[in-house]
């Protein structure tokens, strides 16, 4: 079992619809969580980061966490097309090192 | 957030030769520097961690004396590919970790993109 799994994708959504990314993890003693957006050939950007259990919200980003279930997931409301991208899900057990999974594509069609 | 410089955006260099890749915390004190290595369409690769002032910590089959990590100040890290080879042709992040008031998010440089000839 991977340390963090990541629903396969591609996934594939209309614009202005939601896209929902799910990401699951094996350590139950991570305390931070991470989503990252990834351009082809450039860097992550993180878009997301969760603490506690619950939701939060930024803009048309919405992460969920839920600790019990070893659950992580993003919520990306009225899709636009430059939200096309892959976006990883990192978990943190230590200060900032990050395991990754490997990632969701996500197509947003216009 | 905090911005860490990474640098060369991209490299070509000759099979055999030595590479250094730069990344620098401009606006925190980086005290953790984590080197990433990301193949296409795979997703990234701790390579190693290193910590200001002490030696790396490489991760399971990453070669310590091939990749040369220095982190001698709390601004800069650096990582040299020694005697590059074709298979070396990567995409390589750096990501620094500190105190910048934002808790322990690590925030990542630009990436350098290797190609080996």
């Known amino acids: 079992q991977k340390e963090v799994e990541q629903n396969s994708g591609p996934l594939s959504v209309p614009e202005g619809a939601i896209a929902s990314l799910n990401c699951t993890y094996s350590d139950r003693v991570s305390q931070s969580f991470f989503w990252y957006r990834q351009y082809s050939g450039k860097s992550p950007e993180l878009i997301m980061s969760i603490y506690s259990n619950g939701d939060k919200e930024d803009g048309r980003f919405t992460a969920q966490l839920n600790k019990a279930s070893q659950y992580v997931s993003l919520l990306i409301r009225d899709s636009q097309p430059s939200d096309s991208a892959t976006y990883l899900c990192a978990v943190n057990t230590n200060a900032g090192k990050s395991t990754f999974g490997d990632g969701t594509t996500l197509t947003v069609k216009p | 957030g905090a911005v860490v410089s990474q640098h060369p955006s991209w490299v070509i260099c000759k099979s055999g030769t030595s590479v250094k890749i730069e990344c620098r915390s401009l606006d925190f004190q980086a005290t953790t520097m984590f080197w990433y290595r990301q193949f296409p369409k795979q997703s990234l690769m701790l390579m190693a961690t290193?910590?200001?002032?002490?030696?790396?910590?490489?991760e399971q089959g990453v070669e310590k004396d091939k990749f040369l990590i220095n982190h001698a100040s709390l601004t800069l890290s650096t990582l040299t590919v020694t005697s590059a080879h074709p298979e070396d042709s990567s995409f390589y992040i750096c990501s620094g970790s500190g105190w910048a008031g934002m808790g322990t998010e690590a925030f990542f440089g630009q990436g350098t993109r290797l190609t080996v000839v």
């Open positions: 290193s910590n200001e002032g002490s030696k790396a910590t490489y």
